[in-house]
């Protein structure tokens, strides 16, 4: 019957370990996404910001768009 129980308890520790590290490892790379989706979106505003100011250039220079 200890024996059971030991079992049953060491399930029960591992089980919970594994939640423990699961969440630990979603909470640190959820983070690192949303930085980089971040940062990767503020260089797409950027990028296109670039390519409206040249556009607005060409056309002003050379009265034509891309």
Known sequence: MKEQYSQLAT????????KQI?????????????HLVNANNELMN???Q???????????CYGRGV
């Open 50 to 60: 670039c390519e409206s100011e040249l556009i607005t250039v060409e056309k002003e």
């Open 46 to 48: 950027e990028l296109e």
């Open 11 to 18: 399930l029960v520790y591992v089980s919970a370990m594994k």
């Open 22 to 34: 699961e969440e630990e490892v979603e909470a640190k790379y959820s983070k690192r996404i949303d």
